[in-house]
């Protein structure tokens, strides 16, 4: 199973999400920004990493939701989301095509990956 941390990023009330790009596996899927785990890496040192390798931004981590476990067919992974604001640094995307700050009621107007599907409800469960 790959173990692959996520942040739901929040500034003011907007939630931030990414989209996948054609050449990423699950094209133009939508995602919270993150990846995997590294070997004997801990978790919130890896969504700290990860997020300044893809948005180019420091994050503080709120809070943590319950991991998500998924199975894709050829492979299973275990989605770890965290909640987290940016602290610092401008916004780049470097791997992703969009992005899009939205209100919770926007949440499901996207085309989310299927393993964040249990992750938006139990957020939106715990904000509303
Ligand atoms: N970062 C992130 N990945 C997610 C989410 N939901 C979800 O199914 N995934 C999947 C997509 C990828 O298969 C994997 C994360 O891998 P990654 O971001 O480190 O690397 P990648 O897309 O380049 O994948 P790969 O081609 O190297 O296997 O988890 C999510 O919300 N955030």
Redesign the pocket.
């Known amino acids: 199973m790959?173990k692959?941390?996520?942040a739901i990023i929040i500034k003011h009330d907007l939630i931030l999400a990414v989209q996948?790009s054609g050449k990423?596996?699950?094209p133009f899927?939508w995602?919270?920004?993150?990846?995997?785990v590294e070997e004997q890496e801990d978790e919130t040192l890896c969504i700290q990493r990860?997020i300044k390798e893809e948005l180019n931004v420091e994050i503080r981590i709120l809070d943590r939701l319950s991991p998500a476990t998924?199975d894709?067919g050829t492979?299973t992974?275990q989605?770890i989301p965290f909640i987290a604001t940016i602290i610092s640094g401008e916004l780049l995307l470097q791997?992703h095509q969009a992005h899009r700050w939205l209100t919770k009621d926007e949440l499901w107007d996207l085309d989310w990956?299927?393993?964040?599907v249990p992750?938006v409800q139990e957020f939106l469960t715990r904000n509303t």
């Open positions: 790959i692959v941390t996520c996948r990423m596996k699950m899927k995602e919270f920004p993150g990846g995997k990860e998924h894709y492979f992974i989605l791997e990956a299927e393993a964040d992750v």
